[in-house]
């Protein structure tokens, strides 16, 4: 399931395992025994991908995560949970970035505040929005990129390059989502802040 259908499909779905209830959004969903599963991997995936895979270590790092839609849902409690320095929620229309952070507040004790204007470098900005899948640059200044951050699209193929030709002119290392969906969730019969997230339009 991809967006813009994983609230949709958390809606729809019976029982769904706890990080999907944490999300409010699902990409997962299964049919068995008149009941719809639903999970949410984008998360686990996406922390696998970057700190496995890539080797990326988030722990006290400064986090731009860009788009306040299904795809910033499931993946906002795990990155919290790697202890970033600071995770800006930045979105186009800023009454659902200051929703989705106020929704995980509580992910991750700490202050919360809502910044003027986005400003700053970061170590790793994470595309999250449609942009993505239909091939639209998304507008980024360049100096949000720290020296030698990576720039993260959470969608893939050619779709997702103006993203990662701003993000390489700006002298980042781009890099495309594999990991979001490739683990499994468990089969339906086994369902039953300055260090806190910043929203900023």
């Known amino acids: ?14 029982d769904r395992t706890p990080r999907a209830e944490l999300a409010g959004a699902v990409n997962w969903l299964a049919v068995g025994d008149g009941r719809i599963a639903g999970d949410n991997t984008d998360g686990a995936g996406l922390v696998a991908d970057l700190t496995g895979n890539l080797g990326i270590a988030l722990a006290g790092r400064r986090i731009l995560l860009v788009g306040a839609g299904g795809a910033s ?23 659902r970035a200051v929703d989705l952070a106020g929704d995980f507040a509580g992910a991750r004790p700490g202050r919360r505040r ?8 970061f170590d790793l900005v994470v595309n999250a929005t449609s942009a ?15 020296p030698g951050a990576t720039a993260y ?11 990662l030709d701003t993000a ?34």
Do not use: Q
């Not at 813009?4 to 809606?11: E, G, I, Q, T």
């Not at 699209?153 to 993203?163: L, N, T």
């Not at 990991?179 to 339009?201: D, K, L």
């Open 153 to 163: 699209d959470m969608a893939y193929g050619p779709a997702a390059r103006p993203f």
């Open 1 to 14: 399931m991809t967006l813009p259908f994983k609230v949709d499909a958390w809606r729809l779905a019976t």
């Open 168 to 201: 390489r002119s700006a002298g980042a290392r781009p890099k495309t989502a594999w990991a979001c969906s490739s683990s499994r969730p468990p089969s339906p019969s086994g369902y039953g802040a300055e260090s806190g997230p910043e929203p900023h339009r």
């Open 132 to 146: 993505s899948t239909h091939g639209k640059a998304i507008d980024l200044p360049r100096s949000l990129f720290a």
């Open 114 to 121: 809502r910044p003027r204007r986005l400003a700053g470098d």
């Open 73 to 95: 849902r499931g993946v906002l409690a795990p990155l919290l949970a790697l202890a970033p320095a600071r995770l800006v929620v930045a979105n186009r229309t800023e009454a």
